[in-house]
């Protein structure tokens, strides 16, 4: 769960699994089609733009 900032540090982090990662997208309740409110939603959480775009990217048009 390192900030690349932390990188190489000596303090031992936890592993970054996925659950954490769907857990934080889950947690958000911004309206994703609200770009600007998402993607800043999204920033708190240290998730990035390409996550999002996958994540819509899925729902708009393998899942419907």
Request: charge should be negative.
């Amino acid at each position: 769960m390192a900030l690349y900032l932390q990188f190489g540090d000596s303090f031992w982090h936890p592993a970054h699994m996925r659950s954490i990662t769907l857990g934080q997208i889950a947690s958000i309740t911004v309206n994703p089609d609200d770009l600007e409110a998402y993607f800043e939603a999204c920033a708190g959480m240290w998730l990035n733009e390409p996550l999002h775009h996958w994540h819509k990217e899925f729902y708009n048009h393998d899942l419907q």
